[in-house]
Antibody, heavy 121, light 107 residues
Framework: EVQLVESGGGLVQPGGSLRLSCAASGFSFSSFVMKWVRQAPGKGLEWVSYMSSSGSTIYYADSVKGRFTISRDNAKNSLYLQMNSLRAEDTAVYYC??????????????WGQGTLVTVSS | DIQMTQSPSSLSASVGDRVTITCRASQSISNYLNWFQHKPGKAPKLLIYAASSLQSGVPSRFSGSGSGRDFTLTISSLQPEDFATYYCQQSYGTTWTFGQGTKVEIK
């Protein structure tokens, strides 16, 4: 069974840092693209970051570029999101998602249940 | 960036009703369109990918259609477990944007 479990969320002051983790199990983690997606309170889903299976290709949403860093450890079946210079508008539930590719098409087929990040003084 | 506009933002329906949600892209995205169901406190669930392909394990009452800019998610006969928020997502290119969501509530 595919499982994605996020951790590391919490309350942090504006300007602070936090590192999120996503522990993957039930599939060959090193073979899959992974993403972070967030949902601010009362808002919709927002894609945050993308990392290829090898880690060689990375993309960020403009809203987090220069502040957030995605990484992975394929030996530990884990995905990470280092969040620096946090702002109130970064308050959200953060989800990790697996991206399944079948030839020409890729889709986020499994998601974790999320971890809440609150940025407030 | 490609913008996705869903309508309606919310709807009230009864069990057994046919429900249709639409999603329009700001430019053509071919069939790079996915639909997700999201319930509070739960992981989002993939329903439809590539505009019209049903994800394994998803009931056949869910269907998707469309290409280019205009897409539709249809629930043929609404069931109690279908009350949730539904999001479209475009996967054309290297930024992935979602519609604002459609909350399906019990009438």
């Amino acid at each position: 069974e595919v499982q994605l479990v996020e951790s590391g969320g919490g309350l942090v002051q504006p300007g602070g840092s936090l590192r999120l983790s996503c522990a993957a199990s039930g599939f060959s983690f090193s073979s899959f693209v992974m993403k972070w997606v967030r949902q601010a309170p009362g808002k919709g889903l927002e894609w945050v970051s993308y990392m290829s299976s090898s880690g060689s290709t990375i993309y960020y949403a403009d809203s987090v570029k220069g502040r957030f860093t995605i990484s992975r450890d394929n030996a530990k079946n884990s995905l990470y999101l280092q969040m620096n210079s946090l702002r109130a508008e970064d308050t959200a539930v953060y989800y990790c998602a697996r991206s399944y590719s079948s030839g020409w098409y890729a889709v986020d087929d499994y998601w974790g249940q999320g971890t809440l990040v609150t940025v407030s003084s | 960036d490609i913008q996705m506009t869903q309508s309606p933002s919310s709807l009230s329906a009864s069990v057994g009703d046919r429900v249709t949600i639409t999603c329009r892209a700001s430019q053509s995205i071919s069939n790079y369109l996915n639909w997700f169901q999201h319930k509070p406190g739960k992981a989002p669930k993939l329903l439809i990918y590539a505009a019209s392909s049903l994800q394994s394990g998803v009931p056949s009452r869910f269907s998707g259609s469309g290409s280019g800019r205009d897409f539709t998610l249809t629930i043929s006969s609404l069931q109690p477990e279908d009350f949730a928020t539904y999001y479209c997502q475009q996967s054309y290119g290297t930024t992935w944007t979602f519609g604002q969501g459609t909350k399906v509530e019990i009438k």
